[in-house]
Protein backbone atom coordinates (compact mmCIF):
# COMPACT_ATOMS: atom_id res chain seq x y z
CA UNK A 1 0.00 0.00 0.00
CA UNK A 2 2.82 2.37 0.70
CA UNK A 3 4.25 1.22 -2.28
CA UNK A 4 1.68 2.37 -4.22
CA UNK A 5 1.25 5.67 -2.61
CA UNK A 6 4.43 6.72 -3.15
CA UNK A 7 4.41 5.64 -6.79
CA UNK A 8 1.40 7.95 -7.18
CA UNK A 9 2.81 10.90 -5.38
CA UNK A 10 5.92 10.32 -7.78
CA UNK A 11 3.36 10.16 -10.75
CA UNK A 12 1.57 13.11 -9.68
CA UNK A 13 4.68 15.32 -9.40
CA UNK A 14 6.08 14.50 -13.01
CA UNK A 15 2.36 15.02 -14.29
CA UNK A 16 0.65 17.95 -12.54
CA UNK A 17 -1.03 20.29 -15.13
CA UNK A 18 1.31 23.70 -16.36
CA UNK A 19 -1.13 25.63 -13.72
CA UNK A 20 -0.44 23.78 -10.76
CA UNK A 21 2.85 23.29 -11.57
CA UNK A 22 5.80 24.91 -9.55
CA UNK A 23 8.14 25.84 -12.11
CA UNK A 24 11.75 26.38 -10.16
CA UNK A 25 15.31 26.87 -10.66
CA UNK A 26 18.22 25.92 -9.06
CA UNK A 27 18.38 28.90 -6.53
CA UNK A 28 14.77 29.14 -6.64
CA UNK A 29 14.52 25.80 -4.73
CA UNK A 30 17.56 26.15 -2.78
CA UNK A 31 15.46 29.11 -1.25
CA UNK A 32 12.45 26.98 -0.91
CA UNK A 33 14.38 24.23 0.84
CA UNK A 34 16.22 26.81 3.16
CA UNK A 35 12.83 28.22 4.27
CA UNK A 36 10.91 25.08 4.73
CA UNK A 37 13.29 22.28 5.94
CA UNK A 38 13.14 21.50 9.44
CA UNK A 39 16.83 21.28 9.81
CA UNK A 40 17.70 24.53 8.81
CA UNK A 41 15.21 25.87 11.27
CA UNK A 42 16.51 24.03 13.81
CA UNK A 43 20.23 25.22 13.11
CA UNK A 44 18.96 29.03 12.30
CA UNK A 45 17.47 28.68 16.36
CA UNK A 46 20.90 27.06 17.63
CA UNK A 47 22.77 29.99 16.36
CA UNK A 48 20.27 32.25 17.88
CA UNK A 49 21.21 30.51 20.92
CA UNK A 50 25.00 30.72 20.41
CA UNK A 51 24.41 34.79 20.16
CA UNK A 52 21.95 35.10 22.92
CA UNK A 53 24.75 33.22 24.99
CA UNK A 54 27.59 35.57 23.88
CA UNK A 55 25.31 38.47 24.63
CA UNK A 56 24.74 36.93 28.45
CA UNK A 57 28.56 36.54 28.53
CA UNK A 58 30.14 39.07 27.60
CA UNK A 59 27.63 41.62 29.35
CA UNK A 60 29.33 44.03 31.85
CA UNK A 61 29.80 42.72 35.74
CA UNK A 62 26.58 43.00 36.95
CA UNK A 63 25.53 45.80 39.91
CA UNK A 64 24.52 43.61 43.02
CA UNK A 65 21.93 44.98 45.65
CA UNK A 66 22.13 43.34 49.38
CA UNK A 67 19.65 44.24 52.21
CA UNK A 68 19.71 42.68 55.46
CA UNK A 69 18.63 42.94 59.14
CA UNK A 70 19.40 41.34 62.17
CA UNK A 71 17.07 39.13 64.08
CA UNK A 72 18.15 38.46 67.38
CA UNK A 73 20.15 41.34 68.16
CA UNK A 74 23.10 43.08 66.80
CA UNK A 75 25.54 40.57 64.20
CA UNK A 76 28.23 42.69 63.00
CA UNK A 77 29.51 39.86 60.17
CA UNK A 78 33.20 41.45 58.06
CA UNK A 79 31.29 44.76 58.40
CA UNK A 80 28.48 43.91 56.58
CA UNK A 81 25.42 46.28 56.54
CA UNK A 82 21.92 45.97 56.06
CA UNK A 83 21.91 47.78 53.07
CA UNK A 84 24.63 47.95 50.79
CA UNK A 85 24.59 48.28 46.86
CA UNK A 86 27.99 46.97 45.06
CA UNK A 87 29.35 47.82 41.36
CA UNK A 88 32.04 45.65 40.00
CA UNK A 89 34.77 48.21 38.45
CA UNK A 90 36.39 46.78 35.09
CA UNK A 91 39.98 48.73 34.80
CA UNK A 92 41.66 45.40 33.48
CA UNK A 93 39.86 44.83 30.44
CA UNK A 94 38.43 41.31 31.72
CA UNK A 95 35.01 42.11 29.98
CA UNK A 96 36.68 42.84 26.73
CA UNK A 97 38.25 39.23 27.18
CA UNK A 98 35.08 37.43 27.90
CA UNK A 99 33.74 39.41 24.25
CA UNK A 100 36.39 37.94 22.65
CA UNK A 101 35.54 34.55 23.59
CA UNK A 102 31.68 35.28 22.79
CA UNK A 103 32.73 36.49 19.25
CA UNK A 104 34.94 33.30 18.69
CA UNK A 105 32.07 31.47 20.21
CA UNK A 106 29.31 33.01 17.53
CA UNK A 107 31.60 32.16 14.51
CA UNK A 108 32.04 28.88 15.55
CA UNK A 109 28.37 28.79 15.53
CA UNK A 110 28.04 30.45 12.24
CA UNK A 111 30.78 28.32 10.36
CA UNK A 112 28.74 25.12 11.47
CA UNK A 113 25.09 27.14 10.05
CA UNK A 114 27.43 27.61 6.98
CA UNK A 115 28.19 23.90 6.92
CA UNK A 116 24.33 22.48 7.33
CA UNK A 117 23.30 25.00 4.53
CA UNK A 118 25.75 23.93 2.29
CA UNK A 119 24.83 20.21 2.86
CA UNK A 120 21.36 20.62 2.06
CA UNK A 121 22.79 22.78 -1.09
CA UNK A 122 24.80 19.76 -1.65
CA UNK A 123 21.45 17.32 -1.61
CA UNK A 124 18.88 19.94 -3.03
CA UNK A 125 21.70 20.09 -6.44
CA UNK A 126 22.38 16.48 -6.75
CA UNK A 127 18.62 15.56 -6.56
CA UNK A 128 17.88 18.27 -8.76
CA UNK A 129 20.29 17.66 -11.56
CA UNK A 130 19.19 13.35 -10.90
CA UNK A 131 15.51 14.43 -11.65
CA UNK A 132 16.57 16.38 -14.09
CA UNK A 133 18.86 13.47 -16.24
CA UNK A 134 16.12 11.41 -15.68
CA UNK A 135 13.27 13.44 -17.22
CA UNK A 136 15.90 13.98 -19.91
CA UNK A 137 16.51 10.23 -20.42
CA UNK A 138 12.64 9.45 -20.32
CA UNK A 139 11.63 12.09 -22.99
CA UNK A 140 14.72 10.83 -25.01
CA UNK A 141 12.87 6.81 -24.64
CA UNK A 142 9.92 8.10 -25.72
CA UNK A 143 10.62 9.43 -28.90
CA UNK A 144 12.95 6.39 -29.73
CA UNK A 145 9.74 4.30 -28.82
CA UNK A 146 7.47 6.70 -31.19
CA UNK A 147 10.93 6.60 -33.69
CA UNK A 148 11.33 2.53 -33.29
CA UNK A 149 6.80 2.56 -34.23
CA UNK A 150 7.43 4.64 -36.93
CA UNK A 151 10.15 2.43 -38.17
CA UNK A 152 7.60 -1.04 -37.46
CA UNK A 153 4.81 0.48 -39.82
CA UNK A 154 7.25 1.73 -42.68
CA UNK A 155 8.59 -1.82 -42.46
CA UNK A 156 4.74 -3.46 -42.19
CA UNK A 157 4.09 -1.75 -45.13
CA UNK A 158 7.21 -2.77 -47.62
CA UNK A 159 6.27 -6.56 -45.99
CA UNK A 160 2.62 -6.02 -47.41
CA UNK A 161 4.19 -4.68 -50.69
CA UNK A 162 6.48 -7.83 -50.62
CA UNK A 163 8.96 -5.58 -50.81
CA UNK A 164 10.92 -7.28 -47.50
CA UNK A 165 10.23 -10.88 -46.03
CA UNK A 166 7.90 -10.90 -43.05
CA UNK A 167 10.56 -11.67 -40.43
CA UNK A 168 11.83 -7.96 -40.86
CA UNK A 169 7.97 -7.07 -39.36
CA UNK A 170 9.05 -9.23 -36.59
CA UNK A 171 12.60 -8.02 -36.19
CA UNK A 172 11.23 -4.26 -36.01
CA UNK A 173 8.42 -5.46 -33.28
CA UNK A 174 11.06 -6.87 -31.42
CA UNK A 175 12.80 -2.98 -31.28
CA UNK A 176 9.79 -1.40 -30.54
CA UNK A 177 8.78 -3.90 -27.41
CA UNK A 178 12.53 -3.10 -26.05
CA UNK A 179 11.88 0.43 -26.59
CA UNK A 180 8.55 -0.04 -24.37
CA UNK A 181 10.36 -1.68 -21.99
CA UNK A 182 13.21 1.27 -21.50
CA UNK A 183 10.18 3.83 -21.34
CA UNK A 184 8.92 1.70 -18.59
CA UNK A 185 12.11 1.61 -16.56
CA UNK A 186 12.84 4.90 -17.01
CA UNK A 187 9.59 6.05 -15.42
CA UNK A 188 10.01 4.51 -12.74
CA UNK A 189 13.59 6.30 -12.46
CA UNK A 190 12.13 9.50 -12.85
CA UNK A 191 9.49 8.68 -10.44
CA UNK A 192 12.16 7.89 -7.86
CA UNK A 193 13.96 10.90 -8.51
CA UNK A 194 11.24 12.87 -7.79
CA UNK A 195 10.33 11.45 -4.58
CA UNK A 196 14.16 12.11 -3.88
CA UNK A 197 14.05 15.89 -5.14
CA UNK A 198 10.84 16.17 -2.95
CA UNK A 199 12.48 15.19 0.08
CA UNK A 200 15.27 17.24 -0.52
CA UNK A 201 12.83 20.41 -1.04
CA UNK A 202 10.73 19.57 2.39
CA UNK A 203 7.52 20.15 -0.39
CA UNK A 204 5.92 18.18 -3.81
CA UNK A 205 7.19 19.74 -6.31
CA UNK A 206 8.97 19.32 -10.08
CA UNK A 207 11.75 20.97 -11.25
CA UNK A 208 11.36 23.31 -14.32
CA UNK A 209 11.69 20.52 -17.37
CA UNK A 210 12.75 24.12 -19.96
CA UNK A 211 15.66 24.32 -17.19
CA UNK A 212 19.34 22.72 -18.78
CA UNK A 213 22.01 22.73 -16.77
CA UNK A 214 23.22 24.87 -13.37
CA UNK A 215 24.87 27.92 -14.05
CA UNK A 216 28.93 27.58 -12.87
CA UNK A 217 30.15 30.24 -10.55
CA UNK A 218 31.95 32.94 -12.10
CA UNK A 219 35.01 33.23 -9.64
CA UNK A 220 37.05 30.16 -8.83
CA UNK A 221 39.88 29.99 -6.45
CA UNK A 222 39.02 31.02 -3.15
CA UNK A 223 38.09 28.69 0.22
CA UNK A 224 37.79 31.54 2.64
CA UNK A 225 34.16 30.53 2.76
CA UNK A 226 34.59 26.67 3.36
CA UNK A 227 32.85 25.61 7.03
CA UNK A 228 36.11 24.18 8.18
CA UNK A 229 37.88 26.68 7.33
CA UNK A 230 35.73 29.53 9.21
CA UNK A 231 35.30 26.94 12.35
CA UNK A 232 39.00 26.24 12.22
CA UNK A 233 39.94 30.21 12.32
CA UNK A 234 37.45 30.52 15.19
CA UNK A 235 38.57 27.75 17.05
CA UNK A 236 41.89 29.34 16.79
CA UNK A 237 40.59 33.08 17.72
CA UNK A 238 38.53 31.45 20.77
CA UNK A 239 41.80 30.02 22.07
CA UNK A 240 43.69 33.03 22.23
CA UNK A 241 40.37 34.37 23.74
CA UNK A 242 40.67 31.80 26.14
CA UNK A 243 43.90 32.51 26.76
CA UNK A 244 43.34 36.07 27.78
CA UNK A 245 40.76 35.28 30.14
CA UNK A 246 42.74 33.17 32.01
CA UNK A 247 45.65 35.47 32.47
CA UNK A 248 43.46 38.02 33.38
CA UNK A 249 41.51 35.94 36.38
CA UNK A 250 44.71 36.37 37.88
CA UNK A 251 44.53 40.05 38.27
CA UNK A 252 42.27 41.80 41.19
CA UNK A 253 38.66 42.31 40.88
CA UNK A 254 37.85 46.26 42.18
CA UNK A 255 34.43 47.27 43.77
CA UNK A 256 32.68 50.17 44.61
CA UNK A 257 30.78 49.82 47.29
CA UNK A 258 27.96 52.26 48.93
CA UNK A 259 25.80 51.16 51.79
CA UNK A 260 23.78 51.71 55.31
CA UNK A 261 24.71 50.64 59.20
CA UNK A 262 21.80 48.46 60.89
CA UNK A 263 18.03 49.72 60.97
CA UNK A 264 18.11 49.63 64.65
CA UNK A 265 21.38 52.73 65.47
CA UNK A 266 20.95 56.09 63.85
CA UNK A 267 21.26 55.52 59.79
CA UNK A 268 25.11 55.84 58.85
CA UNK A 269 25.93 55.98 55.14
CA UNK A 270 28.94 55.06 53.63
CA UNK A 271 31.03 54.26 50.51
CA UNK A 272 34.00 52.26 49.76
CA UNK A 273 35.97 50.83 47.06
CA UNK A 274 37.14 47.49 47.70
CA UNK A 275 40.10 45.29 45.88
CA UNK A 276 40.06 41.66 45.98
CA UNK A 277 43.20 39.48 44.94
CA UNK A 278 43.26 36.05 44.35
CA UNK A 279 46.76 35.00 46.04
CA UNK A 280 47.46 31.43 45.14
CA UNK A 281 45.30 29.01 43.04
CA UNK A 282 47.27 26.20 43.17
CA UNK A 283 47.78 26.32 39.38
CA UNK A 284 45.03 26.20 37.95
CA UNK A 285 45.42 29.45 35.93
CA UNK A 286 48.47 27.70 34.53
CA UNK A 287 47.74 25.12 33.65
CA UNK A 288 44.82 26.66 32.05
CA UNK A 289 46.69 29.22 29.72
CA UNK A 290 48.76 25.98 28.84
CA UNK A 291 45.79 24.16 27.53
CA UNK A 292 44.33 27.12 25.68
CA UNK A 293 47.23 27.90 24.49
CA UNK A 294 48.00 23.95 23.31
CA UNK A 295 44.36 24.38 21.85
CA UNK A 296 45.43 27.78 19.89
CA UNK A 297 48.61 25.99 18.09
CA UNK A 298 46.21 22.68 16.82
CA UNK A 299 43.80 25.05 15.60
CA UNK A 300 45.97 26.55 13.94
CA UNK A 301 47.84 23.59 12.46
CA UNK A 302 44.77 21.97 11.13
CA UNK A 303 43.44 25.46 9.43
CA UNK A 304 47.03 25.14 7.39
CA UNK A 305 46.62 21.55 6.74
CA UNK A 306 42.77 22.01 5.19
CA UNK A 307 43.90 25.31 3.99
CA UNK A 308 45.95 23.74 1.98
CA UNK A 309 43.56 20.09 1.14
CA UNK A 310 40.84 23.20 0.28
CA UNK A 311 43.05 24.69 -2.68
CA UNK A 312 43.48 21.15 -4.14
CA UNK A 313 39.82 20.57 -3.70
CA UNK A 314 38.68 23.25 -6.21
CA UNK A 315 41.86 22.76 -8.24
CA UNK A 316 40.62 18.90 -8.84
CA UNK A 317 36.40 20.28 -8.99
CA UNK A 318 37.99 22.59 -11.87
CA UNK A 319 39.56 20.16 -13.77
CA UNK A 320 36.64 18.05 -13.15
CA UNK A 321 33.86 20.80 -14.64
CA UNK A 322 36.43 21.69 -17.41
CA UNK A 323 36.20 17.71 -18.63
CA UNK A 324 32.83 17.13 -18.39
CA UNK A 325 32.09 20.84 -20.56
CA UNK A 326 34.39 19.10 -23.00
CA UNK A 327 32.37 15.86 -23.18
CA UNK A 328 28.83 17.92 -23.30
CA UNK A 329 30.18 19.61 -26.22
CA UNK A 330 31.61 16.75 -27.77
CA UNK A 331 28.44 14.14 -27.44
CA UNK A 332 26.69 16.99 -28.37
CA UNK A 333 28.57 17.09 -31.73
CA UNK A 334 28.45 13.67 -32.07
CA UNK A 335 24.22 13.63 -31.36
CA UNK A 336 24.16 15.74 -34.09
CA UNK A 337 26.03 13.59 -36.70
CA UNK A 338 24.01 10.23 -35.18
CA UNK A 339 20.72 12.40 -36.34
CA UNK A 340 21.88 13.17 -39.75
CA UNK A 341 23.01 9.77 -40.21
CA UNK A 342 19.87 8.56 -39.04
CA UNK A 343 17.81 10.92 -41.61
CA UNK A 344 19.71 9.42 -44.74
CA UNK A 345 19.04 6.07 -43.60
CA UNK A 346 15.85 6.25 -43.04
CA UNK A 347 15.13 8.21 -46.37
CA UNK A 348 16.81 5.57 -48.45
CA UNK A 349 14.93 2.63 -46.72
CA UNK A 350 11.81 4.37 -47.43
CA UNK A 351 13.78 4.35 -51.40
CA UNK A 352 14.64 0.79 -50.98
CA UNK A 353 18.30 1.86 -51.24
CA UNK A 354 18.98 1.06 -47.08
CA UNK A 355 18.12 -2.14 -45.14
CA UNK A 356 16.28 -2.93 -41.95
CA UNK A 357 19.19 -3.65 -40.32
CA UNK A 358 20.66 -0.26 -41.39
CA UNK A 359 18.46 1.89 -39.78
CA UNK A 360 18.40 0.21 -36.70
CA UNK A 361 21.98 0.22 -36.25
CA UNK A 362 21.46 4.38 -37.13
CA UNK A 363 19.08 4.27 -34.56
CA UNK A 364 20.83 2.78 -32.25
CA UNK A 365 24.26 5.07 -32.85
CA UNK A 366 21.73 8.04 -32.08
CA UNK A 367 20.23 6.44 -28.97
CA UNK A 368 23.39 6.22 -27.81
CA UNK A 369 25.10 9.67 -28.92
CA UNK A 370 22.32 11.36 -26.98
CA UNK A 371 22.15 9.35 -24.17
CA UNK A 372 26.12 10.17 -23.49
CA UNK A 373 24.68 13.68 -24.25
CA UNK A 374 22.70 13.57 -21.15
CA UNK A 375 25.13 11.62 -18.65
CA UNK A 376 27.37 14.28 -19.72
CA UNK A 377 25.32 17.01 -18.84
CA UNK A 378 24.45 15.44 -15.34
CA UNK A 379 28.40 15.05 -15.10
CA UNK A 380 28.84 18.50 -15.99
CA UNK A 381 25.79 19.77 -13.02
CA UNK A 382 27.45 17.01 -10.76
CA UNK A 383 30.58 18.58 -10.96
CA UNK A 384 29.09 22.42 -10.91
CA UNK A 385 28.15 21.13 -7.90
CA UNK A 386 31.24 19.64 -6.52
CA UNK A 387 32.87 23.34 -7.53
CA UNK A 388 30.68 24.84 -5.38
CA UNK A 389 30.86 22.47 -2.77
CA UNK A 390 34.82 22.92 -2.99
CA UNK A 391 35.01 26.65 -2.08
CA UNK A 392 32.41 26.76 0.33
CA UNK A 393 29.90 28.65 -2.33
CA UNK A 394 26.08 29.04 -1.67
CA UNK A 395 23.94 29.80 -4.27
CA UNK A 396 21.28 31.33 -1.93
CA UNK A 397 22.02 32.45 1.49
CA UNK A 398 19.93 31.49 3.94
CA UNK A 399 17.99 33.63 6.40
Given amino acids: MFRSSASAMAI ?6 SQAQQKLTAPEALRKAFSQRGTMTANRLKLEQARFDAGASAAYPATRLEAGRDLFGPIDVMGGADFLLSQPIDIFGKTQG ?66 LPEVQSTRAGLEVQKAELIVSDRQATAETAALKFASALGSDAEVSAELSSLIAPAYIGGVE ?28 DLDLQAGRTSFNTPAEYGAR ?58 YQKLAGDAKALLDRTQHGFELGASTLLDVIDARRALSDAQELTINAQLRQDLAIEGLLRSQGLLLENPK
Fill in 12 to 17: FLLTMS
Fill in 98 to 163: LRGQARAAVAVAMATYRQSALDLQQQVLITYANLLSAQRLLTLGKQQRDLAQAVLTLTNKRVQARD
Fill in 225 to 252: SRPEILSLKAEENQASADSRVARQSQWP
Fill in 273 to 330: LQLTVSLWDFGANRNKIRSSNAKRKAANAAYHDAYNAAQKDVQAASIELAAAERSVAG
